[in-house]
Structure formats: structure tokens, C-alpha cells
């Protein structure tokens, strides 16, 4: 997790302008950042601790599949991680580690959000307006980067759908959003790679914008990023 990237263009600035980055410098350089090694690939991941939990602070990018790595770029598999359907996000964590529940990501934006109090509703939307930018980088965003005053440091890595229709897989515009995925919610129904109904939204996933600072609660059913939480 420590290869150099490039920066994301930021409002219509050339790609080939902008500065080289590592993946670290996306993250909060005032936190003391705590160290996850993957035993499964020796890969290496910072990870912070907000409120009560210790998270992952860069993307998971566990597996060997590069149809869903970032746009199929190599160059930003250190920042951006893989993006994972939702039967794949189920097993992905490792051993100590754990995919957030629903109750873990409630915790994470009232943080950061003291007015943030969920929805008693899962069937509903939680939404944030404010709780976005404490947990997005000010770099990997086209608009409206972050402060990252939790350290959470989350970049604009977009996800990946297919086209149930023509079997296309399609990348989300860079620096636009990010999702993560909960482990609540998940069925065997769950909606998984190449079959796409459009209305099978069963897990939840947190989700940032460029458009706001708001972060929202809501069910999916793209291939999102991951980022995983510390056993207790």
C-alpha cells in the first residue's frame, strides 16, 4: 500500500499536470496511524482508531481480479483497492477482521456527527449532511474533498456494475463517490456478479458524494470497496 499514484485530476485540471502522490498522502498526516498486515498477500494497510473501533484507513485490495480493480488501472490499486459484490464482500475481511455492520457504521458517522442517530428502519435511508467530510481525504475528489478529520480517508473510488443486458462492466466516474460495504442486510438473494435486477437491494453500504459533505446509509448492489473493521 505504499507504491506511488497518481493524483485524481481535481475540477478539470489535465491528469498529466498533476503531481505524483503515494497513498499515504491521502491520508491525515496529524493522526497516528496504526499498521494492518494481510497475512493472506503480506499486503500492508494503515488503520486508524475512531471512537471505539480500530478501521482500516485505505481500501482493501485483497484478490486477483483485475476486471474490477479501479478502471482496471494499475497505477491506482494501492489507493483504490478492489471493489467486491456482495457475496464476495461477506468473506473478504481477514482473520481478526470483520466486515462493518450496520450498528458499527452508525457509530462511525455519529463521531463525527453528534446529531447523526441512524434510522431504527433499516429499510430506510440514514443521511448525514454534514458527517462527509470529516471522513473524506481533501485529495481524490473532483469536487468537495474533505477535511479527513477522523483520519478515515476515504477517496472518490467510485464502484463497478455490469450491464445485465450486454454483460459490460462499467466504472463510476473518478473522484465522484465512494461506498463501502456493511455485512447487514446480506441474503443468499443478495444480488452477486452478473445478475443484475435492478431492484435487489438487500446490503447496506456507506456512502460519500463529490456533490456535498454528506454521508449516507442506503442499500446497494454494485461492487463496492471494502474497508474492514478490528475484532474486539
Not at 37 to 46: A, E, F, L, M, N
Not at 84 to 108: I, K, S
Not at 113 to 121: A, E
Request: glycine letters at 10%; proline letters at 3%.
Amino acid at each position: 500500500m505504499t507504491g506511488s499514484c497518481q493524483k485524481r485530476p481535481e475540477n478539470g485540471e489535465d491528469e498529466a499536470e498533476n503531481p505524483v502522490f503515494t497513498a499515504e498522502d491521502y491520508l491525515n498526516s496529524e493522526i497516528e496511524y496504526g499498521t494492518m498486515i494481510d497475512p493472506r498477500d503480506s499486503s500492508v494497510y494503515k488503520t486508524v482508531k475512531i471512537g471505539d473501533k480500530v478501521w482500516m484507513a485505505q481500501n482493501l485490495g485483497y484478490g486477483d481480479d483485475s476486471i474490477r480493480a479501479y478502471g482496471n488501472a494499475t497505477n491506482f490499486d494501492s489507493l483504490n483497492g478492489h471493489n467486491y459484490y456482495a457475496n464476495e464482500a461477506q468473506l473478504v475481511c481477514p482473520e481478526g477482521w470483520h466486515l462493518p455492520r450496520y450498528n458499527e457504521f452508525v457509530e462511525l458517522i455519529s463521531f463525527v456527527d453528534s446529531t447523526f442517530v441512524g434510522t431504527d428502519n433499516e429499510d430506510s435511508v440514514a443521511v448525514s449532511k454534514i458527517g462527509g467530510k470529516a471522513l473524506k481525504s481533501p485529495l481524490g475528489w473532483t469536487l468537495n474533498g474533505g477535511s479527513n478529520e477522523s483520519g478515515f480517508s476515504a477517496v472518490g473510488s467510485g464502484y463497478v456494475t455490469k450491464d445485465s443486458k450486454y454483460g459490460m462492466v462499467e466504472v463510476s466516474t473518478p473522484g465522484e463517490s465512494a461506498c463501502f460495504w456493511s455485512s447487514s442486510g446480506y441474503s443468499e438473494e443478495s444480488w452477486s456478479y452478473g445478475t443484475l435486477s435492478g431492484t435487489n437491494y438487500d446490503m447496506f453500504a456507506l456512502c460519500l458524494t463529490k456533490d456535498d459533505d454528506s454521508v449516507s446509509l442506503k442499500k446497494r448492489n454494485e461492487a463496492l470497496s471494502v474497508r474492514c473493521v478490528k475484532d474486539e
